[in-house]
């Protein structure tokens, strides 16, 4: 059984950077798309970021482009980290994979999901 284990997050203040962490365990033989998504109190679940199981293809929020990086540590561990952060990053993230060789932005693709991070960033 794959499971995804996260990493970081937390209260941070605005103007500082996040880095989260998502590593893949259990039966990894495969290649695996990875991304990030978060969801705020009271919106829906939106896509921050993801990534190819390369590393060499991403897709980046339009809205965070400026701000956000995601990147592939090693396999099947990708970071994500988001610069000068501000009171409306405030939200649960979430790491999620999908066996596969291909980039994808939709949530719906996403089949293996962790448990979710809280990041609150204080002003």
């Known amino acids: 059984q794959v499971q995804l284990e996260e990493s970081g997050g937390g209260v941070v203040q605005a103007g500082d950077t996040l880095r989260l962490s998502c590593s893949i365990s259990g039966r990894t033989g495969g290649h695996y798309l990875m991304g990030w998504f978060r969801q705020a109190p009271g919106k829906e679940r939106e896509t921050v970021a993801t990534?190819?199981?390369?590393?060499?293809?991403t897709f980046v929020q339009y809205s965070l482009s400026d701000r956000c990086t995601i990147a592939t540590e090693e396999k099947n561990r990708a970071s994500l980290q988001i610069r000068r952060l501000k009171p409306e990053d405030t939200a649960v993230y979430y790491c999620?994979?999908?066996?596969?060789?291909?980039?994808?932005?939709?949530?719906?693709?996403?089949?293996?999901w962790g448990q979710g991070t809280q990041v609150t960033v204080s002003s």
């Open positions: 999620a994979a999908v066996e596969g060789t291909g980039l994808a932005s939709d949530s719906r693709r996403f089949d293996i």
């Open positions: 990534i190819n199981w390369s590393g060499d293809r």
